[in-house]
């Protein structure tokens, strides 16, 4: 959200980076050097006449705007002010305001218009106004494009020369999916241009060899780069071999990447010299920045600020590097010596140390790579960027990330689940939920674990498992499903990987584990594996060998080496017609696997892979669900409760359709009659504190006081142990106790938890949870999640809750929670679900300042 007092950084149509901020009256001086710059055809398609200058009294005006009912901002590249937006209120509390805006002529058709109009709905939306209306000449076919382009309903009429457009700003489907799709095709083309260089400069390389700057310049010259290398180095003439240059454009080669390895002290100067030669992005391997304290955080802010201005993006700072392995590339600007093979998996690593390791495994193992990014302090560029370059990129068909922290999480969880649905998304990230708002307790690790699975990410524990499964998706298809055939010449294996597919919530294909013996020779051992791979009632295959005895072994390792892939081939026969093939695993204890058979040294870890993939393509094969229409919510109505003093749990509720059955707080005997009696008989009593209203063990709940002589004793009974302050509370038809709660969780924000009241079910943690907003589908799934959830389906004879209720409700509480981000924390307890539907006792919010969604609103950085 751009205010009044803050500026944002844009990415633009070509990658590049903008500055956009509210005009203020100093800019007078620079609004008149850009009308300077205009063509004449800009000038007269904007102002409809040659306008040559801006008279004194319109310039004083156009600076000069309240931000509310008139607002305007500018767009900077550098010092200059290269555009200009603004809206003008028609009249006092006018629902309507126009709209407008210029570009200067060098920056027109590069996305500013329409950055400019997100800022300025979004803003006037905040003022009120509910309608824009805005005058352009027909010949002005780029603007009229605009605003035909960005998904609101239009109106047009012709009248005068002119087209007269009216339409309403509020937020719709239709315009936030062309908002993302524009967010999505800048954040890609901006990773683009840093992965696919023309030219690369390095600076901080020193004559000698010596440092990490001489480093990662050995490594992209030895690599093969495609393009340029330029080194820049102020007094040598050559480093490394190569022709060095003072400056970047001095080479007069084109450079589109700089890897910066110099101090941070010196760092000004780089940016400035790599904004002259013309460089899309820089990539920092220095350290000393935000990670060293104040000091660095403050030389990175002051990096980021002029790199964005000079039009550039950020890798880094404290990073690996990057590299591309497309052979008409073959880029290495990093700090790994060697790469991986080329191939079809993308790597994200967060840190730059654990990165060199991670490239050094996935050679080991064989991983081909395509393009690998280290982000460091991820000052700029982070994963969601990634994201959005990989879905898109013909090259890479599996993508693996380490992530530490999570810079936007519902941006990454929106990512994920859209870009899952085309290619596997697999996250080393911890379960463990770090400390989030306040002191609510929010998911545990299994919970957190599902909320990755919500998003289609598949997350492992360890380096090890990252690439377990990498392997196996890059050179195994997905499974149809989730039974395994297990095939070995081992009883002891074939039964580990029984016990193991058991505990990964795998079934053994009927038929199976399949123990071939010891003395199998390889045609037989070859000859079950092609049954299984043809087996219709297998999904997935195990393949386990073990060294037979001395004495045993019926043929040689090459044997088995030859007669194996044979059996695995991308088709095999079943009863005459071709089959697709399976996923394969295997345990080779003695000589190696098939050539792209993944292969893993224990029986659970290949079983374990195989079941991360299979969940994966189960989630692939659900629907992903849609966003319910609610028609009965009022977004103002909530606002109004909000404004109140300490809100109105009942009235914000009741704005999204949840209604809270009504209690009175009573501190007498005489006011708990009289309440009874407004209420109708019979009543619940029950003690005010909120950790008791729901305790009937403790006797702190007294239900179907029939009358006033029952509450007046129930009552005095109530006060002797918990206190004066009772609730009076109408009795409701009973049902299965459920609570369900809103917390915002630091990985993923706002997130909906539902789980059976009780104490049991408290102390065992027995909550699920899921990301806002809520699909139909997750709700449906979030209702069926817990472990007690059984008792809503009837138990012992019970009749089945209204589930479809359970889940309505929890639509509503992910609404709004997405739509209102000053709900730290909400708490309903007990819900009581029955077969007509439900009732909701109790509701408790904790109101605070908005938290921060950077994933709402118009698009910056």
């Known amino acids: 959200m751009t205010t009044a007092e803050q500026a944002v950084d844009v990415l633009l149509s070509d990658g590049s980076t903008v500055q956009l901020r509210p005009i203020r009256p100093s800019d007078g001086p620079s609004i008149v050097a850009m009308h300077s710059r205009f063509s004449e055809r800009t000038r007269y398609l904007r102002y409809f006449s040659p306008y040559p200058r801006i008279p004194e009294r319109d310039l004083h005006r156009f600076v000069n705007v309240d931000h509310r009912d008139r607002e305007a901002f500018v767009v900077l590249a550098g010092d200059h002010i290269v555009a200009v937006g603004r809206y003008e209120r028609l009249g006092p509390a006018s629902p309507d305001a126009e709209v407008a805006f210029v570009v200067e002529d060098a920056y027109q058709g590069r996305g500013i218009g329409s950055v400019l109009m997100e800022h300025l709905a979004d803003a006037a939306r905040r003022a009120g106004i509910v309608n824009f209306v805005a005058e352009v000449l027909p010949a002005n076919g780029q603007m009229l494009r605009v605003f035909a382009d960005f998904g609101y309903q239009i109106q047009r009429q012709f009248a005068d020369g002119v087209v007269h457009l009216s339409f309403p700003i509020a937020t719709t489907e239709t315009t936030l999916e062309v908002q993302r799709g524009r967010e999505h095709r800048t954040e890609a083309r901006s990773i683009a241009r840093l992965l696919a ?108 600020r002029a790199a964005h201005a000079a039009g550039m993006r950020v890798i880094g700072p404290n990073c690996l590097g990057v590299a591309n392995t497309d052979p008409t590339v073959r880029l290495n600007a990093t700090l790994a010596p060697r790469l991986p093979v080329p191939g079809r998996v993308g790597i994200f690593s967060q840190s ?110 360890t380096v090890a498992e990252l690439l377990d499964v990498g392997v196996l998706l890059a050179n195994q298809p997905l499974p149809a499903g989730n039974r395994v055939g297990i095939v070995g010449n081992s009883s002891a294996l074939t039964g580990l990987a029984a016990t193991a597919c058991a505990a990964q919530e795998l079934t053994v294909a009927a038929g199976y584990p399949r123990d071939v013996g010891p003395r199998a020779s390889a045609a037989e051992f070859a000859e079950a594996l092609a049954e299984a791979a043809a087996d219709e009632s297998v999904d997935g295959l195990v393949a386990l060998f073990a060294p037979p005895l001395p004495g045993q072994f019926t043929g040689t390792e090459s044997d088995f080496a030859a007669a194996l892939p044979a059996a695995l081939t991308a088709e095999t026969l079943s009863r005459g017609r071709p089959t697709a093939s399976k996923p394969t695993v295997a345990t080779f204890l003695v000589g190696r696997a098939p050539a792209g058979v993944p292969s893993y040294p224990s029986v659970e870890e290949a079983v374990r892979a195989l079941a991360r993939v299979t969940a994966y393509a189960d989630w692939l094969r659900r629907p992903p669900g849609v966003l319910p229409e609610l028609p009965d919510v009022d977004p103002v109505a909530a606002q109004a409760a909000l404004r109140m003093d300490g809100a109105d749990p009942g009235a914000l509720l009741a ?68 206190g004066a302050d009772v609730l009076v509370q109408p009795m409701v038809p009973p049902g299965v106790a459920c609570v369900v709660e809103l917390v915002e969780d630091p990985a993923f924000g706002p997130v909906v938890g539902f789980g059976l009241g009780g104490v049991a079910t408290e102390l065992l943690g027995d909550r699920a949870w899921r990301a806002v907003p809520l699909t139909d589908r997750d709700a449906a799934e979030l209702v069926d999640a817990p472990r007690a959830a059984p008792l809503l389906r009837g138990h012992r004879g019970a009749a089945p809750v209204d589930r479809a209720a359970l889940a309505d409700l929890l639509v509503r509480v992910g609404q709004l929670a997405d739509e209102q981000p000053r709900i730290r924390a909400l708490t309903l307890n007990p819900v009581l679900a029955r077969p007509d539907g439900l009732s909701v006792l109790h509701a408790s919010v904790r109101i605070g300042s908005a938290a921060p969604r950077p994933d709402t609103g118009p698009r910056r950085l």
């Open 197 to 304: 260089p023309r030219g690369v400069a390095v600076y901080g390389a020193s004559a000698t060899g010596q440092g990490v700057g001489a480093a990662v310049l050995g490594h992209l010259r030895d690599g093969g780069f495609t393009g340029a290398v330029v080194p820049v180095h102020p007094t040598a003439v050559r480093v490394a071999g190569l022709p060095a240059y003072p400056s970047a454009a001095d080479a007069g080669l084109p450079v589109d990447l700089a890897v910066v390895a110099v101090p941070p002290a010196s760092a000004p100067e780089v940016v400035a010299d790599a904004a002259a030669a013309g460089v899309h992005g820089l990539v920092v391997i220095s350290a000393g920045f935000a990670e060293a304290g104040v000091a660095g955080a403050a030389a990175q802010r002051a990096l980021i």
């Open 352 to 461: 730059g140390a654990f990165g060199v390791a991670l490239l050094a495994e996935a050679d080991r193992r064989g991983l081909g790579l395509s393009s690998f990014v280290s982000a460091g302090n991820r000052a700029d560029v982070s994963g969601n960027d990634l994201l959005q370059y990989w879905q898109d990129d013909p090259a890479t068909d599996v993508i693996m990330l380490y992530l530490e922290t999570f810079g936007n999480p519902r941006k990454f969880a929106r990512l994920a689940r859209r870009i899952g649905r085309d290619k596997p998304v697999v996250a080393l990230a911890s379960p463990a939920r770090p400390p989030g708002v306040g002191d609510t307790v929010g998911p545990d690790e299994t919970a957190v674990s599902a909320l990755f699975t919500q998003s289609g990410v598949i997350r492992v524990d």
């Open 655 to 722: 704005a999204y359709g949840i209604d809270v059955v009504e209690s009175v707080r009573v501190a007498s005997a005489e006011q708990a009659v009289e309440a009874a009696a407004r209420l109708g008989f019979p009543v619940a009593l029950k003690a005010a504190a909120g950790g008791l209203r729901h305790r009937l063990d403790l006797g702190a709940v007294r239900l179907d006081l029939p009358d006033a002589g029952t509450v007046r004793r129930t009552y005095a009974e109530m006060t002797a142990a918990f």
